[in-house]
Each structure stands twice: as structure tokens, then as C-alpha cells.
Nanobody, 120 residues
Framework: QVQLVESGGGLVQAGGSLRLSCAPS????????MGWYRQAPGKQREEVGS???????SYADAVKGRFTISRDNAKNTVYLQMNNLKPEDTAVYYC??????????????WGQGTQVTVSS
């Protein structure tokens, strides 16, 4: 069974940096788009950004210029480099991926979430 495994969250002061990673466990065939979402307390989940298999990237306006999404297709891993973090970036961050499994069935997967807390 495929699961997305995230790592890299934590507590950081405003202006600091964190790097999140996400990769699937289990056997897969390929991964199409991968992305990051976040959900702050009392708010709806929102997209942070996404990256296609070919490397096309989009970002939410709130993170442009501060966050960078990248992926390593050989490792089936997506990264989120977060610089100049602000208290309003505090949220649970979720990885999302469009995966074709080893049985050639395509599904949308979510990670378990990793907490990012930015102190002022």
C-alpha cells in the first residue's frame, strides 16, 4: 500500500528556514504532479505550490519569493524549501501526489502532515 511520508517540520523563529521532504513508501510506477498544502488552525487547507513531473512550478502568492519547490524524480521525492518564514506561515503542511501505482492504477495521495511553527 502506498503512503506519502513527510519529514522536516519543526519550530523556527521568524526569518528562519526549514526544508520539508516527501516521498512515497511502497511500490509505485510513476508520479505525476506533486505539491504542498497547508492548514492553519481555524482555516481551510490551502495550496502552497505544486510541481509537475516535467518541472513546471506554481506558487501561492503568499509564499512567492520565499518558498521553493523542487523534486528529484529518481528518488520520487518532493521538497519545500521555506526561507524568511513568518508567523503566519504556521500551519500543518501536507504533501500531495498524483501517483500511478505498481498495478497501474492512478490515485491521489496525501501525507500525514507535518507541523511548522514560526515564532515571532
Amino acid at each position: 500500500q502506498v503512503q506519502l511520508v513527510e519529514s522536516g517540520g519543526g519550530l523556527v523563529q521568524a526569518g528562519g528556514s526549514l526544508r520539508l521532504s516527501c516521498a512515497p513508501s511502497g511500490r509505485i510506477f510513476s508520479i505525476n504532479a506533486m505539491g504542498w498544502y497547508r492548514q492553519a488552525p481555524g482555516k481551510q487547507r490551502e495550496e502552497v505550490g505544486s510541481i509537475t513531473r516535467g518541472g513546471s512550478i506554481s506558487y501561492a502568492d503568499a509564499v512567492k519569493g520565499r518558498f521553493t519547490i523542487s523534486r528529484d524524480n529518481a528518488k520520487n521525492t518532493v521538497y519545500l524549501q521555506m526561507n524568511n518564514l513568518k508567523p503566519e506561515d504556521t500551519a500543518v503542511y501536507y504533501c500531495n501526489a498524483d501517483i500511478i501505482g505498481s498495478g497501474l492504477v492512478r490515485n491521489d495521495y496525501w501525507g500525514q502532515g507535518t507541523q511548522v511553527t514560526v515564532s515571532s
